[in-house]
């Protein structure tokens, strides 16, 4: 079945680590996304990704870091410049066709934490 | 100023209570489209309806229903005779085409809580 996965479920940083969350798709998908959760909030965009080896920030993009080497792949790095990076983050993506807005697929989030 | 306003945090019914999730969004476009997500406890996001700004017909799937109405910029959504598995945040979402990607604007959520 196709889909999104996401990996690890749960994450734990230290102070001053950089992590990375992958993201993986066999959706044939052109478009990825990466959003952040937070308690009692919508989900607000961090990068997105169009096309492979092009990604845009999003609203949120300070402190994170994202690559785009194949259509299936996109890595989200949480660097030490997050101050705050205790969230639920979820990767998403859609067939990317212009002006159609297509639905998102999303991925079963992980959870990361400050240890 | 938010795109997509979800004022209900948080419901609570009990089973087999109709309920009715209030989602109002703001847009200049012309077009958009508009849907509903659950995230159940497990996390993920499940798309549930999908409608563009053309279209204001409501919408019944099952126990589902949609209501749009353009002139005061809601698309609420109801469950009609709750069950226990409707127990989720429930994301609304507006959509608005652009050149460049298509630019997806959430809700703050409105969890449900359906007690047996």
């Known amino acids: 079945d196709g889909g999104i996965t996401q990996s690890p479920k749960y994450l734990f940083r230290k102070e001053g680590q950089n992590v990375t969350l992958s993201c993986e798709q066999n959706?044939?998908?052109?478009?990825m996304y990466w959003y952040r959760q937070d308690p009692g909030q919508g989900l607000r965009l961090i990068y997105y990704s169009q096309i492979v080896n092009d990604f845009q920030k999003g609203d949120i993009a300070e402190g994170y870091s994202v690559s785009r080497e194949k259509k299936e792949s996109f890595p989200l790095t949480v660097t030490s410049a997050q101050k705050n990076p205790t969230a639920f983050y979820l990767c998403a993506s859609h067939k990317g066709a212009r002006g159609l807005s297509e639905k998102l697929f999303f991925g079963s989030g992980t959870q990361l934490s400050v240890l | 100023a938010q795109k997509v306003t979800q004022a209900q945090t948080e419901i609570s019914v009990v089973e087999k209570e109709d309920v009715t999730l209030d989602c109002v969004y703001e847009?200049?476009?012309?077009?958009?489209?508009l849907f509903w997500y659950k995230q159940p406890p497990s996390g993920e996001l499940v798309f549930l309806i999908r409608r563009n700004s053309f279209d204001e017909q409501n919408e019944i799937s099952g126990r589902y229903s949609w209501n749009f109405q353009k002139s005061t910029s809601s698309f609420n959504f109801t469950i009609t005779a709750s069950q226990v598995v409707d127990s989720a945040v429930y994301f609304c979402a507006l959509s608005e085409s652009s050149y460049n990607f298509n630019k997806f604007y959430f809700g703050s959520g409105t969890k449900l809580n359906v007690k047996p």
């Open positions: 959706l044939n998908h052109d478009a």
């Open positions: 847009t200049r476009d012309t077009t958009y489209y």
